[in-house]
């Protein structure tokens, strides 16, 4: 059962009220208004509401890739390493409560997943949220971890989150909406932002279709954060992989390049790929601490 803590953190998406668990389940969520909301049977909670969002979720199909692509262990690495930064934060930050992580675009949840056992493995267990617009990761984020709070809901919109109520803020992958992360993060909150770097993927990119880096990255995620974030440290991580025509292929589809890419031809190709392909993935972890 998902902890009440957790739920004290959450508002609700329409009147924006604070949410609490309506019985001794949590599996519905409650408002003072009278907004309920029910878990899937999945396990998530579906906050798009009024028109929902105008962006396009993740299908079925690149989510499953996502799962195989991350469940095989190829970016463990750095999953290992976005829990290592954060659990500094989270250890250190709680001041005898438990402390919060937000995971914005959890996708299915691999990366939260590492955060939660580094903190049980230093005996200082925390509590989670996870938000994505694709109910299709989600159903896989909430069976990955059943202990967090996992919703739909759409990051340019105002999260469904207190001020002040989580210590660090996780974001591998996925869109940055600085002024609502500066609002939810505690003082003392740290922001966790995965980017690629130049070449990565490269040896694949091509040839599948996925998309290429764009220039001046770094510049551009600096300038989305400014305003609301110092850069306090970053880290650069590089993985050479030795990748099955399969998995190439999955890696390829579990992008953004999968909104668009040819299904039929891209198994084609996959189908001529050597039996290993080595494949260079280039990372950059940065971190930012919230302006005063």
Same mark, same amino acid.
């Not at 919703?151 to 803020?169: E, F, I, K, M, R």
């Not at 050597?274 to 280039?282: H, K, L």
């Given at each position: 059962?998902?902890?009440?803590?957790?739920?004290?953190?959450?508002?609700?998406?329409?009147?924006?009220?604070?949410?609490?668990?309506?019985?001794?389940?949590?599996?519905?969520?409650?408002?003072?208004?009278?907004?309920?909301?029910?878990?899937?049977?999945?396990?998530?909670?579906?906050?798009?509401?009024?028109?929902?969002?105008?962006?396009?979720?993740?299908?079925?199909?690149?989510?499953?890739?996502?799962?195989?692509?991350?469940?095989? !262990?190829?970016?463990?690495?750095?999953?290992?390493?976005?829990?290592?930064?954060?659990?500094?934060?989270?250890?250190?930050?709680? +001041?005898?409560?438990?402390?919060?992580?937000?995971?914005?675009?959890?996708?299915?949840?691999?990366?939260?997943?590492?955060?939660?056992?580094?903190?049980?493995?230093?005996?200082?267990?925390?509590?989670?949220?996870?938000?994505?617009?694709?109910?299709?990761?989600?159903?896989?984020?909430?069976?990955?971890?059943?202990?967090?709070?996992?919703?739909?809901?759409?990051?340019?919109?105002?999260?469904?989150?207190?001020?002040?109520?989580?210590?660090?803020?996780?974001?591998?992958?996925?869109?940055?909406?600085?002024?609502?992360?500066?609002?939810?993060?505690?003082? !003392? !909150?740290?922001?966790?932002?995965?980017?690629?770097?130049?070449?990565?993927?490269?040896?694949?990119? +091509?040839?599948?279709?996925?998309?290429?880096?764009?220039?001046?990255?770094?510049?551009?995620?600096?300038?989305?954060?400014?305003?609301?974030?110092?850069?306090?440290?970053?880290?650069?991580?590089?993985?050479?992989?030795?990748?099955?025509?399969?998995?190439?292929?999955?890696?390829?589809?579990?992008?953004?390049? !999968?909104?668009?890419?040819?299904?039929?031809?891209?198994?084609?190709?996959?189908?001529?790929?050597?039996?290993?392909?080595?494949?260079?993935?280039?990372?950059?972890?940065?971190?930012?601490?919230?302006?005063?």
């Amino acid at each position: 059962m998902l902890p009440a803590s957790v739920a004290s953190a959450l508002l609700c998406p329409v009147c924006r009220n604070s949410l609490k668990f309506g019985d001794g389940s949590g599996r519905t969520l409650v408002c003072p208004a009278g907004h309920s909301f029910d878990a899937a049977k999945q396990g998530y909670f579906n906050f798009l509401v009024g028109k929902g969002t105008v962006f396009e979720a993740d299908a079925a199909d690149m989510v499953a890739a996502r799962f195989e692509f991350l469940s095989a !262990g190829h970016y463990r690495p750095l999953a290992d390493a976005v829990a290592e930064l954060s659990g500094r934060v989270l250890a250190g930050g709680a +001041g005898g409560r438990p402390a919060t992580v937000l995971d914005a675009g959890t996708g299915t949840g691999h990366y939260l997943r590492a955060v939660l056992d580094r903190m049980l493995l230093d005996g200082a267990p925390a509590t989670a949220i996870g938000v994505d617009i694709s109910k299709f990761a989600l159903r896989r984020a909430a069976k990955l971890n059943p202990e967090a709070v996992n919703l739909v809901s759409d990051v340019w919109q105002p999260l469904p989150v207190a001020d002040d109520a989580v210590d660090v803020v996780t974001v591998v992958f996925a869109p940055r909406n600085a002024a609502e992360f500066a609002r939810v993060l505690r003082p !003392g !909150g740290r922001l966790v932002v995965v980017t690629p770097r130049p070449g990565h993927l490269a040896e694949v990119a +091509g040839q599948t279709g996925m998309l290429g880096i764009e220039p001046a990255k770094d510049e551009r995620l600096a300038a989305s954060l400014e305003g609301y974030f110092s850069a306090s440290g970053s880290r650069d991580l590089d993985l050479d992989l030795a990748l099955s025509p399969a998995d190439a292929a999955r890696l390829a589809l579990m992008g953004p390049a !999968g909104h668009h890419l040819d299904r039929a031809a891209l198994a084609t190709l996959s189908a001529g790929l050597p039996p290993v392909t080595a494949v260079s993935a280039r990372f950059r972890i940065s971190v930012f601490e919230p302006r005063s």
